[in-house]
Structure formats: structure tokens, C-alpha cells
């Protein structure tokens, strides 16, 4: 629940700031998808991804959720928990299908009502399973596609939608909030067009995560505002780098990560070494709306939904999880953001397959550094990197694997110039001399110009 972090010093400023003016219009920029129709279903897995749990939200209009998947919060606070949820928010929530339902047309309804004594109910869903977690070296996604309530200015005062999970042993005791972690995919406050991301974890106030705020950030929902059409939100939580990662996108545009070395090592263990559980909800008034001018008030009106069409759990990889001086495997696809140590590069958001981010802004003597890659016995000879260029004609460079020094002499490079723009991705394979064992890999950028020559996505290692 905070505004956006601080951000990075970045070269290519006209680029950059043509994103950012883009951005805070809220138009669509690379990688954003207009609106599909309100009754799409959870998307079919992209490969190497399992499906782990759905719900598509299908059924009869004016019907309950199914209660095998979901259970019902309600009341003003958890039994013996914090009042009013711990948040201040002023409402009751129920079971009741006036509050919760599914609409018939393949969406969830939770609608905020006021009563004629002043008082309002919402609603408030949580998943039975409380075991959602990325497998050890691996993945998982969690995504819904979502309608705000679609109501804005003074009518909007004090509408809190939320899409978000809680740390396993909160449930049942209720009291251990922030340390368990909490991680907010989607929350939304006063019909803004913005969604904010948020971890929260450590102790209350202050602490790590600066709560009650939380390691948080902010953006336009692309193309269409948040409450006049469905956008999907997704978290990315990634075991799978050598620092621990979890990243937050709307319509498949990432712009906030939260890394576990933005902590201590114990705050991030206690805040990500369970499962969770996932929590649908519409609060009204509390202290988020508070910081954007509160409400309720007599002004806001009830009766405005938010939509829900699907969310989806999909889980990815496995294997050993790399401790954090890295035992990479040198045959897996390893992410250029997920360096140890680097000189002028950056992390951005990609429009590539996947999503995420890429090291952008690379230039002459720039280099990334990879610790722990494990080539194995057998070696390796191909090294494989997925990049795009914008650079203009004339401007190249070489994109470099050097072993255990910056400066030791490459084991095999590649050249690369303009792709036809900075998001314009090609995988470009080389050769390198054999490698085996184990290595802390750099990458380095070598150019005879000083502009930016080259962004890079991914990269891995063949035999």
C-alpha cells in the first residue's frame, strides 16, 4: 500500500521518457492487450507451465462460489482477530448472494451495499488451500482478470477492490501479520486509474519493509482505465534466479519486483517459506482510502461491482533452489535481470514472450555477472542469448562470456546491431571454447561507440 519506489538513473533519456510520458497517460505501451470479452476463460497454460488451480467463475446467475474452492470471511474481523480486519475499513462482510455471487455471464460479482441506517456490506472470498508457493527452483503465477468497480470521483469515495494473498500461518491465529508476508497483487482505492503492487513483511511499524506501507509500487492500468474494462494483474514469484524474486504486471507489462537482498535473510525466509492463500475482496473506507481522502461518505454510491472472470495458479520448474551465491544451471534459461553484481546496466520492463524484464541501456565496458553457473562434466559449447537493438545504423557491438574475472579473455562472443528496435527480440547462438565445472559467468559489452547497443532478455549455455 505505498506509492512508487524511487527511480533508477537511466541513459537513453528520450526513449525512457517517451515510455514514462506514454505511461502516465495511460496508454498502451509494449506488451499491453486490449480488453477481451467479459466471459473469456482462464488462458491455456504457455509451455512448460502446469495449472495447479482455476477457477473460471462459471455458473448460474445469482449463485454463491463453489465452496470446495472458496470459503466466505465475514463479520467485521477474523474470530479473535484485529477489528475491523486491522485495516479500519467500515464494513460487514457475508455470504450473502446480495454481496457475493457469480453474474451468469462467467464473472464473480462483489458488490458493496449500503443499508438505509447508513451501513454497508461487502464481500470477502479466501481460497481453502493455503499451499500456493513456487516450487523449489521454480515458478508460480498467480493471475486474475479483473473489472474494478466501475464507478470514479466523489460517487467512488472509499471503494477498496483487492486481489491479493496471505502468508499460510496467518490463518488461525491471526496475529502475525506482517511477518508472514503478504502480497498484494492488485489493490485499487477512490476509482483511481491505478493499480498498486505491494510485499509487506517484517515487524509493524517500520521495520524492513517500511510498514504499515510495505515495498510497494504503482502504475496506469495500459489502454483502458482500471474501472471501464477487465485487465489482467499477475504476480511472478521466481525461485529459479539466484536472487529470489517476486515480480507484479498488469496486462502482461511487469513494473514493480520486489528482490529478497532488499531485505535481510531471515525477514524475507519468514515472509516466503510457506504457502499461501488467495483473498478476493471490496473493502470500504480504512486506511488506504484514508491516505487518498477516505470515505465512505454520503456522496459514494453503493452498488457497484467488482468483476472477476477468472484467477489461475500455474506453477513452473523445480529442482534444487540456487542459495544465494548461485549454483545456476548452466542449461537452463537463465534471466538477465537476475545478476549479482553489474556496471551500467539496467532492469526494464519487456514486451517479450514471457514478460518480465531485460537489461537494457548497454554499452561499451558494461558488464552483468552471473555467480555459481554449473556447466557439469561434460562441456559446454554454445552459448545462446535472446536481444533486440534500437541502435542506429553504424552502432555495434559484441556481447561477451568471460569466466571468473571481467576482465579474463572471452570464452566466445557474438556481434550484434540494430534489430529494428529495443523490444524487437532475435536469439542469436555462438560458439564458445568448452566449458565445464562450475564459474561465475560475466557478461560483458564491448562497442567502438559509446551509445547503447544492445538489450538482452535471457541467456543459456548447449553442449
Not at 505505498?2 to 502516465?24: E, I
Not at 535481470?337 to 551500467?344: I, L, P, T
Request: glycine share 16%.
Amino acid at each position: 500500500m505505498s506509492a512508487p519506489s524511487g527511480t533508477l538513473n537511466r541513459r537513453r533519456p528520450l526513449r525512457r521518457a517517451l515510455v514514462a510520458a506514454l505511461g502516465a497517460l495511460g496508454l498502451a505501451v509494449a506488451g499491453a492487450t486490449l480488453a477481451a470479452p467479459a466471459d473469456a476463460s482462464a488462458p491455456t497454460p504457455p509451455s512448460g507451465w502446469t495449472q495447479v488451480f482455476a477457477d473460471d467463475f462459471n455458473g448460474a446467475a445469482g449463485s454463491g462460489v463453489n465452496t470446495a474452492d472458496w470459503q466466505y470471511a465475514t463479520g467485521t474481523s477474523y474470530p479473535g482477530g484485529a477489528a475491523n480486519w486491522g485495516t479500519g475499513e467500515v464494513e460487514t462482510m457475508t455470504s450473502s448472494t446480495n454481496n457475493v455471487s457469480l453474474d451468469g455471464n462467467g464473472n464473480l460479482r462483489i458488490t458493496p451495499l449500503r443499508d438505509s441506517a447508513g451501513k454497508w456490506t461487502s464481500g470477502r472470498i479466501e481460497t481453502n488451500r493455503t499451499d500456493f508457493q513456487p516450487p523449489s527452483g521454480g515458478r508460480l503465477s498467480v493471475e486474475a482478470r479483473i473489472q474494478m468497480p466501475n464507478v470514479t470521483g466523489a460517487a467512488a469515495k472509499g471503494y477498496w477492490p483487492a486481489f491479493w494473498m496471505l502468508g499460510a500461518p496467518f490463518r488461525g491465529n491471526y496475529w502475525n501479520w506482517p511477518g508472514v508476508g503478504e502480497l498484494d497483487i492488485m489493490e485499487n482505492v477512490q476509482g483511481l486509474n491505478t493499480v498498486w503492487s505491494t510485499m509487506h513483511c517484517g515487524t509493524n511499524p517500520g521495520g524492513p519493509c517500511n510498514e504499515t506501507t510495505g515495498i510497494g509500487g504503482s502504475t496506469a492500468c495500459p489502454g483502458a482505465t482500471c474501472q471501464s474494462a477487465f485487465h489482467t494483474y499477475r504476480m511472478e514469484w521466481d525461485r529459479s534466479t539466484a536472487v529470489e524474486q517476486i515480480r507484479f504486471y498488469v496486462d502482461g507489462v511487469g513494473f514493480h519486483t520486489v528482490r529478497a537482498d532488499q531485505m535481510d535473510a531471515a525477514t524475507w525466509s519468514n515472509a516466503t517459506n510457506h504457502g499461501f492463500f488467495i483473498i478476493l475482496n471490496v473493502a470500504m473506507g480504512g486506511g488506504f482510502p484514508g491516505a487518498f481522502g477516505g470515505g465512505p461518505d454520503s456522496g459514494t454510491v453503493p452498488g457497484h461491482p467488482m468483476l472477476v472472470d477468472y484467477v489461475q495458479v500455474l506453477s513452473a520448474g523445480g529442482g534444487t533452489t540456487p542459495p544465494p551465491t548461485g549454483n545456476r544451471d548452466a542449461y537452463g534459461t537463465i534471466q538477465a535481470e537476475s545478476y549479482d553484481a553489474q556496471s551500467g546496466v539496467l532492469a526494464e520492463t519487456t514486451s517479450d514472450t514471457g514478460g518480465g524484464q531485460n537489461l537494457g541501456a548497454l554499452a561499451n565496458g558494461d558488464w552483468a555477472q552471473y555467480k555459481g553457473v554449473n556447466f557439469g562434466s561434460t562441456a559446454a559449447t554454445q552459448f545462446t542469448a535472446r536481444v533486440a537493438s534500437g541502435a542506429a545504423a553504424g552502432v555495434s557491438g559484441l556481447v561477451e562470456v568471460r569466466l571468473d574475472s571481467r576482465t579474463a579473455t572471452p570464452v566466445g562472443s557474438f556481434a550484434v546491431g540494430g534489430t529494428g528496435g529495443w523490444q524487437s527480440w532475435r536469439t542469436i547462438p555462438a560458439n564458445i571454447s568448452g566449458v565445464t565445472g562450475t564459474h561465475d559467468v560475466y557478461l560483458t559489452f564491448t562497442s567502438g561507440q559509446p551509445a547503447d547497443f544492445v538489450n538482452v532478455n535471457w541467456f543459456s549455455f548447449g553442449r
